[in-house]
């Protein structure tokens, strides 16, 4: 990588060429060399007629956005290596279909092959690094290009990346061991996490997320009013979202993962909400007395190492959890539309079910549209980009236009905001009277609490996992158990003020990671084309900025009666289908529909019998029918254990399916380099 360096330190780097084709990126710096006195104006031509008789040939594109011609020549007196960035992108054909950006040009004299061969080596690994690839790409001078090089010179390549990515899941064996190593982990990208956020991605990505995370608040303590018997309700919701929200994301090390209520919490919180009635215990003092073991117990785990023990779930227990909840969002706004047209059709027209459903389908069609419009050949790149990281929020402002403009026609269902800022439970004060509860209540909500613990602790490493994914190419590091400690706090905290339980959304901090990448199309071996995330903005401003709005909405309820339901209906059918993408499961499962002679090249359908893809499906499938059974049943209470549950089934696949084709369909990541990888 020095000759790459050197080119950097000599002036040998182009940046933002203008160039609209090959032949004349080239010819450019053909001509540029020649003003440094690199090599001889009288020579240009022939090294350029050369370059060409070589692309002729077969093209030098290697992918990854990058090509590399080459010629070697008598009239070049020594090896050259130039380096150019073309202002915008294009397509000469290469084998992964993206546009070319990057043109390393060799050039030398004949004796000069085996040593340009080298540097040819070290360009296709770098270019093969996501990390690289996105700094060289977005360099707004040659010192930040040269310290891109730098930087992955120094160690930090993908494979090391990789190889060091489970680092929060180590065991340190000593107590706080692996707390402290998070904290250090992750104490030395705070002020990155703060400047990184300083983007106009990050507008975006908070308008998005602000509407994704307000609505569930509302939504669901509009539930857990009605599961709570009106002790607990939207107010406390969007209170514990915005402070529990906020706080996370100035103190916990993934500030990715977003809090919010989810589906277990509050099939739990009215489980324990029944108990209390049917024993005649006061609810919100035994409420916060269960949060309060609960945090407890959280604490213990998180400084003693216990979130280690996720080393053990798998791609094959993610799949399903992340399958789950993505379907509990799709199957809510189908649900919630066919609701709307039940209710509005048998009191009146179908007009407002109509409307409704248009508004709903625009929301989820605009956003998902303006989000894949980068990959689109219309306009140019920086407008592409904008209105891909707006998408979501533009289809909403559409859509409330739209219903605002036929509001004296139709009067639509709006968001259920709360009129006031005061308990939902008017003759409570906000702090809860916790003493004021029998003794034997106090510690016998131990039991509980230990359910909820587990719960907890499942629901929030899962969704960590999920966010630290290689797929997802973050760099600054996991953090398991202090994430875990921070959560345990909150919940003791909010259950004084009998506030709900939050803990990471698997949806929504998804969309949030999303929100924040940048991404290429890259088309496989197979020819089908996959969305490949080069780099996420790591940051701590987009958390603090969308429960700050959050807690600000509390003094804009009147203004919510804007906001229809059937766009936040929409909103929640585009990020369940969003949080879909890459999941191998559904991947897998749409092969039941495909014809065996066309099923993708990916590394599973080249390695393992296709018999024994769909069993290892069908057992996900089943686990995940098992899932949604149990969280819908009485049962509900167990469903953490039956999550757990999980991990000795995957162990057990061993029994009666090769551990090869296991250990293949279960893979962290798509090999790079699968021949070396399952050979």
Known sequence: MKKLLESCENDLLMLDLQSRSLDAAVSDMIDQLAEKGVIDRADTQT???????????????????????????????????????????????????APVQL?????????????????????????????????????????QFKDAIESRMSGKSAAVHHDSIGEGLRYSGKLFGGFIGDVKRRLSHYKSDIVDGLHSKSVGST?????????????????????????????????????????????????????GGTGPMLIFTGLLYEFCTANEIAFLPAYAWVGFWTGAILLVLAFTDASCLMRYFTRFTDEIFAALISIIFIYEAVKSLIHIFHEHGETSSYDIALLSLLLAIGTFYIASQLSAFRKSHLLVPQL???????????????????AYMTRDA????????????????????????????????????IVPAILCSILVYLDQNITARLVNSRDNNLQKGESYHLDLGVVG???????????????????????????????????????TAHTHILHVRENRITGISIHLLVGLSLLLLPWFKYIPMAVLFGLFLYMGVVSMKGNQFFERLSLWLTDPALYPATHYVRRVPWRTIHLFTVIQLLCL????????????????????????????????INSKHIEILDAEENPEEEEETWS
């Open 47 to 97: 090294i350029l007629n050369g370059i060409k008789a070589r692309e002729d040939l077969a093209s030098t594109a290697i992918g990854n956005a990058a090509i590399v011609p080459h010629v070697y020549l008598d009239c070049i007196s020594k090896p050259v290596i130039a380096i150019a960035r073309l202002k915008q992108a294009i397509n000469v054909g290469a084998p992964d279909g």
């Open 103 to 143: 043109i390393f040009l060799l050039i030398g004299p004949p004796e000069a092959t085996a040593e340009h061969l080298d540097s040819l080596a070290h360009i296709a690994r770098l270019m093969s690094d996501d990390e690289f690839h996105y700094l060289a790409v977005t360099a707004k001078a040659t010192k």
């Open 207 to 259: 308008i998005f997320l602000f509407f994704a995370c307000l609505a569930p608040a509302i939504i669901f303590g509009g539930l857990m009013d009605d599961k709570t018997g009106g002790q607990i309700g939207a107010v406390e919701m969007i209170i514990a979202t915005a402070a529990c929200g906020l706080v996370y994301a100035i103190f916990a090390g993934q500030p990715m993962i977003i809090l």
């Open 384 to 402: 592409r980009e904008f209105l891909a990281d707006f998408g979501p929020t533009l289809a909403i402002i559409a859509m409330a236009a739209v």
């Open 410 to 445: 139709i009067k639509l269902d709006v968001l259920p905001a709360p009129e006031s800022i005061q308990p939902t439970d008017s003759e409570r004060s906000w702090l809860v009277g916790f003493m004021d509860t029998p003794t034997w209540v106090i510690w016998a909500s």
């Open 489 to 527: 706090v909150l919940i003791a905290v909010c259950s004084a003020f009998g506030l709900p339980w939050l803990v990471a959304a698997t949806v929504r901090s998804l969309n949030h990671v999303r929100s924040l990448a940048s991404t290429e199309e890259v088309i496989d071996r197979g020819g």
């Open 625 to 656: 029918v098992v899932l949604w059974t149990v969280k819908a049943s009485a049962w509900g209470i167990l469903f953490p254990v039956f999550i757990a549950i999980l991990v000795p089934i995957r162990f057990a696949l061993g029994y009666f």
